[in-house]
């Protein structure tokens, strides 16, 4: 199973790649406590603990590729990838999120995106970018 989301966020790809890839950054983006890396082959947690993967590919301010899986995957099912491009249109980025190998029908991970990161991360660049 995979899908792709796409959203737009108030923010350059800059500041949303230096975000996703910032400890801090993104425990406030999310609201889930986060340790997170901007090294390729690092691993990482987010969603206090929910969510654990690595990172397989990163390119500044264009693209991230995480191998990505939460505490709901059986033992014997092989990690998802999420793989996000960014993209600048004005003064807005396009984020386009693609999560393959989802194995289940994947439904409330597409809820889980949206609720759980694409919303607060617009609310928190609403707040960060205003100040």
Known sequence: ???TLTTNIK???K?????????????????????VSDKVGDTF????????GKNLELEPYNRIVQAWRTKN??????DSQIEIL?????EETTLT???TNVPESGEHYKKG???????????????????
């Open 45 to 52: 947690t987010a969603w206090d603990g929910y969510i654990k």
């Open 11 to 13: 923010a350059t790809p």
């Open 97 to 99: 999120l693609t999560h």
């Open 15 to 35: 500041q949303i790649y230096k975000s996703w890839l910032s400890t801090q950054r993104h425990s406030k983006m999310t609201g889930g406590a986060a340790f």
């Open 86 to 90: 960014l993209s600048e249109q004005g």
């Open 73 to 78: 995957f059986e033992d014997n099912e092989g």
């Open 113 to 131: 995106w949206s609720e759980s990161y694409f919303e607060p991360m617009k609310r928190y660049f609403e707040v960060i970018n205003n100040d």
């Open 1 to 3: 199973m995979e899908f």
